[in-house]
T-cell receptor
Framework: GAVVSQHPSWVICKSGTSVKIECRSL??????MFWYRQFPKQSLMLMAT?????????EQGVEKDKFLINHASLTLSTLTVTSAHPEDSSFYIC????????????FGPGTRLTVL | GQQLNQSPQSMFIQEGEDVSMNCTSS?????WLWYKQDPGEGPVLLIA?????ELTSNGRLTAQFGITRKDSFLNISASIPSDVGIYFC??????????????FGKGTKLSVIP
């Protein structure tokens, strides 16, 4: 149980284009999903917290107009990188929490974004 | 903000050796989570700890929640090549249901020499 998928697993795009990444919880309902960014040889950095049916909460320094997050259902959250630039190239990982007190998060396999 | 100090940063060990890594925080944590990340993959939850002093095993892995609630360690016994990866400790900055954000340590990169 507690499987989270991401699509696509990798994407290459031209500078200025927008890219959408999907995160799905396959066998549980996730009221909260999280989006992380990870640069090479670094730890995961939380970008935003996404709650189903409400606006995402962004971490300091993360532009909400550039990284659009939609959490329309209990099993799907999307991250859209708008007007992507080479500095947005990174490994984007989502996670989902099952709720309750214990705070475990289950991670997707990640999406490698390369902006040319 | 919350700080998690994870050490060592990297380790090179011989296959069959035991491994120990630890994590300390600047404040009390109510949950400690240990994840492993393989290259190009998302982190996978290894062990979750919920009570001070708790000692939990998962196969060759053992983790403990420090009694001060500010530290945790992860041990791997009899290491094998597939143990290679980056191990992260993580915990929520706040306690209570609904407070789900995690703070991550910087990771311990483990290399196993066959």
């Amino acid at each position: 149980g507690a499987v989270v998928s991401q699509h696509p697993s990798w994407v290459i795009c031209k500078s200025g284009t927008s890219v959408k990444i999907e995160c799905r919880s396959l066998d549980f309902q996730a009221t909260t999903m999280f989006w992380y960014r990870q640069f090479p040889k670094q730890s995961l950095m939380l970008m935003a917290t996404s709650n189903e049916g409400s606006k995402a909460t962004y971490e300091q320094g993360v532009e909400k107009d550039k990284f659009l997050i939609n959490h329309a259902s209990l099993t799907l959250s999307t991250l859209t990188v708008t007007s992507a630039h080479p500095e947005d190239s990174s490994f984007y990982i989502c996670s989902a929490g099952q709720g309750g007190f214990h705070n475990e998060q289950f991670f997707g396999p990640g999406t490698r974004l390369t902006v040319l | 903000g919350q700080q998690l100090n994870q050490s060592p940063q990297s380790m090179f060990i011989q296959e069959g050796e035991d491994v120990s890594m630890n994590c300390t925080s600047s404040s009390i944590f109510n949950t400690w989570l240990w994840y492993k990340q393989d290259p190009g993959e998302g982190p996978v939850l290894l062990i979750a700890l919920y009570k001070a002093g708790e000692l939990t095993s998962n196969g060759r892995l053992t983790a403990q929640f420090g009694i001060t609630r500010k530290d945790s360690f992860l041990n791997i016994s009899a290491s094998i090549p597939s143990d290679v990866g980056i191990y992260f400790c993580a915990g929520p900055p706040r306690s209570g249901a609904g407070s789900y954000q995690l703070t991550f340590g910087k990771g311990t990169k483990l290399s196993v020499i066959p």
